[in-house]
């Protein structure tokens, strides 16, 4: 039995246009490519066919991940999550301690996470350490650098 996966719809989406692109141009490239290398002869020296064997490999495992996750995804709806602590699909802004500037994050799950774009996963120690939290309160995180401390300033 796999875990749940954490999406939002905008993350739903984007791993069903992955996967569609996987079954329906990916898919059937490989397997044109394969073919033709068959054709080729002597499978045992053929550098195409095991190089499209080996991607081959990799696209199916990828298929059945996808639809592993989309079969136990958890929608994380817009507006859906609790205001008063920090829960998946909180948008949080923390003011880190001896800064000045906030950031806002929103908590997803760890097959949407994109710290880049705003976006961190639950499972991520600054994820983890906001989990239930309140506004006003403080979070020590544990970064190769040291520890660093947050304040949460607003949960939307």
Same mark, same amino acid.
């Given at each position: 039995?796999q875990?749940?996966v954490y999406?939002?719809?905008?993350?739903v989406?984007?791993?069903?246009? =992955?996967?569609?692109?996987?079954i329906? /141009?990916?898919?059937?490239?490989?397997?044109?490519?394969?073919r033709?290398?068959?054709?080729?002869g002597?499978?045992?020296?053929n550098?195409?066919?095991?190089? &499209?064997k080996?991607?081959?490999?990799? /696209?199916?495992? !990828? +298929?059945?991940?996808l639809?592993?996750?989309?079969?136990? &995804?958890v929608?994380?709806e817009?507006?859906?999550?609790?205001?008063? =602590?920090?829960?998946?699909?909180? !948008? /949080?802004t923390?003011?880190? =301690?001896?800064?000045?500037?906030?950031?806002?994050?929103?908590?997803?799950? &760890?097959?949407?996470?994109?710290?880049?774009?705003g976006? +961190?996963?639950? =499972?991520?120690p600054?994820?983890?350490?906001?989990l239930?939290?309140?506004?006003g309160?403080?979070?020590? /995180?544990?970064?190769?650098g040291?520890?660093?401390v947050? !304040? +949460?300033?607003?949960?939307?």
């Open positions: 039995m875990a749940k999406l939002t719809p905008e993350g989406e984007k791993l069903r246009q =992955e996967l569609d692109r996987l329906k /141009v990916k898919r059937p490239e490989l397997a044109a490519r394969l033709h290398a068959i054709q080729q002597d499978l045992s020296e550098a195409d066919y095991q190089t &499209a080996e991607e081959q490999g990799f /696209v199916e495992g !990828r +298929i059945q991940e639809q592993g996750m989309l079969l136990d &995804a929608i994380l817009e507006g859906a999550a609790p205001t008063d =602590e920090v829960g998946l699909g909180s !948008r /949080v923390v003011v880190e =301690e001896g800064e000045d500037y906030p950031e806002t994050f929103m908590i997803v799950g &760890a097959a949407e996470a994109d710290p880049g774009n976006k +961190i996963s639950n =499972e991520s600054l994820g983890q350490s906001l239930g939290r309140k506004v309160q403080r979070v020590a /995180v544990e970064a190769p040291g520890e660093l947050f !304040r +949460i300033t607003a949960i939307e």
